[in-house]
């Protein structure tokens, strides 16, 4: 999920980052929220979460954004993927247990990536649905 991401942020033109949302949010601080999001949710769950929020008000720079959703990106691989699987069982308040937070994650990062190719899509670039729905690279 966060690999097609990074090629929706890829894909979407500097001109467009700051297309706004109904909530007043730009393209570029639905990208932050994203990572924010993430950041958020595993610093309450696991003490070895690497990466700190990069402020979802702001309106950040491409590569920024870029830099911030791969490092949130690798932190998930990390701790899903390690060869301990406590936390996919651990129980995590609100969602369940670990593995339904994966659920939860992928959800909420698929229900923005919608939103953005949206709001881009009305602004005239015609090309990020594209993105959407090819294969997605590794991160």
């Known amino acids: 999920m966060r690999s097609k991401t990074i090629e929706l942020l890829d894909c979407v033109p500097d ?7 109904a909530d007043n949010r730009t393209v570029a601080q639905i990208f932050a929220h994203i990572h924010d999001g993430v950041c ?13 929020e990069i402020g979802e008000t702001h309106q950040h720079a491409r590569e920024k954004l870029r830099e ?4 949130s990106g690798k932190g998930l ?10 936390f996919l069982i651990s129980d995590i308040s609100i969602v369940g ?7 939860y994650l992928a959800a909420h990062e698929a229900h923005h990536h919608g939103e953005i190719a949206t709001l ?3 602004a005239g670039q015609s ?13």
Do not use: R, Y
């Open 15 to 21: 001109e467009f980052l700051c297309c706004k949302s």
């Open 40 to 52: 958020i949710w595993m610093k309450s769950h696991s003490e070895s979460w690497p990466c700190d």
């Open 68 to 71: 911030a959703l791969v490092e």
């Open 77 to 86: 691989m990390n701790l899903f993927g390690s060869s301990n699987n406590d």
């Open 97 to 103: 247990t670990g593995a339904d937070l994966i659920c």
């Open 120 to 122: 881009v899509l009305q």
């Open 127 to 139: 090309e990020v649905h594209k993105s959407i729905w090819s294969e997605g690279k590794e991160i």
